[in-house]
C-alpha cells in the first residue's frame, strides 16, 4: 500500500533562515512519482514538483531544492532565505505507476515570521 | 483559460439537506477528480473520470455520494441527506496527460460546512 508522511505537523522559522520540509514514503512499485505541493490560505493546490522514481537527481529552483534519495525513501524539500509569502501548508505526495491518483500526506504548516 | 474553476466557493447547509458543487476543468483536460480535504489533513481522493466515463470510486465515497460527467467536460459532485461529518473543503483536479501522475491542475475548493 502507498503511503506518505510527513512527520513536522508545523514548523515556525524566522525570515531569511533556511527550513527543510521532511517526506518520507512507502510504496511497493518499482516505478512512482513524487510531488510537493503548496496551499496558501486561498486553499488552491498549487503544484510545485513531480519526481519519478528513476531519477534520482537533486533539483533546485530559485530558493526551493528538493532531495529525492530512495535509499531512505525520502523526499525532502529546503527552502533557501525563507520568505514571508512562503507561509502555507505544503503536501508532499506520491503516485504508484499502475494507479491513476496522487496520494498526499497530511501536510506541514510552515510559518514564516517577519 | 484561467485553471480548473469550482462553484460555489462556500455552502452552508442544514443536516438532511442535499448539496451539488460543480468543477468546470481546464478545457483541453480529459482528467477530472474529486478530493476531499477536513481540517489538518491531506486531501483524500473520491473519484475520477476519464472523459465521461467515471473510472474509480474510493470506499470514502458513500451511497450519499454521486458524481457525474455527463458530456466530459464539467462535474458536478452532489452529496444527499448531508451530515456534520461531510463538513469539509471539496477539492477538484483536472489533468491532461492519461495518467494523473504527470501534473494535475487543482481548483480553490468548495467549503462545505454542514450544521
Known amino acids: 500500500a502507498q503511503k506518505v508522511t510527513q512527520a513536522q505537523t508545523e514548523i515556525s522559522v524566522v525570515e531569511k533562515e533556511d527550513v527543510t520540509l521532511d517526506c518520507v514514503y512507502e510504496t511497493r512499485d518499482t516505478t512512482y512519482y513524487l510531488f510537493w505541493y503548496k496551499q496558501p490560505p486561498s486553499g488552491e493546490l498549487v503544484f510545485l514538483i513531480r519526481?519519478?522514481?528513476?531519477?534520482?537527481q537533486n533539483e533546485i529552483s530559485g530558493r526551493y531544492s528538493w532531495n529525492f534519495q530512495k535509499s531512505t525513501s525520502s523526499f525532502n524539500f529546503t527552502i533557501t532565505a525563507s520568505q514571508v509569502v512562503d507561509s502555507a501548508v505544503y503536501f508532499c505526495?506520491?503516485?504508484?505507476?499502475?494507479?491513476?491518483?496522487?496520494?498526499f500526506g497530511k501536510g506541514t504548516r510552515l510559518h514564516i515570521l517577519p | 483559460d484561467t485553471g480548473v474553476s469550482q462553484d460555489p466557493r462556500h455552502k452552508i447547509t442544514k443536516r438532511g439537506q442535499n448539496v451539488t458543487f460543480r468543477c468546470d476543468p481546464i478545457s483541453e483536460h480529459n482528467r477530472l477528480y474529486w478530493y476531499r480535504q477536513t481540517l489538518g489533513q491531506g486531501p483524500e481522493f473520491l473519484t475520477y473520470f476519464q472523459n465521461e466515463a467515471q473510472l474509480e470510486k474510493s470506499r470514502l465515497l458513500s451511497d450519499r455520494f454521486s458524481a457525474e460527467r455527463p458530456k466530459g467536460s464539467f462535474s458536478t459532485l452532489e452529496i444527499q441527506r448531508t451530515e456534520q461529518g461531510d463538513s469539509a473543503m471539496y477539492l477538484c483536479?483536472?489533468?491532461?496527460?492519461?495518467?494523473?501522475?504527470?501534473?494535475?491542475?487543482f481548483g480553490q475548493g468548495t467549503r462545505l460546512t454542514v450544521v
Open positions: 505526495a506520491l503516485s504508484e505507476a499502475r494507479d491513476d491518483k496522487i496520494i
Open positions: 483536479a483536472s489533468s491532461l496527460e492519461p495518467e494523473m501522475n504527470t501534473e494535475a491542475f
Open positions: 519526481r519519478n522514481s528513476f531519477d534520482e
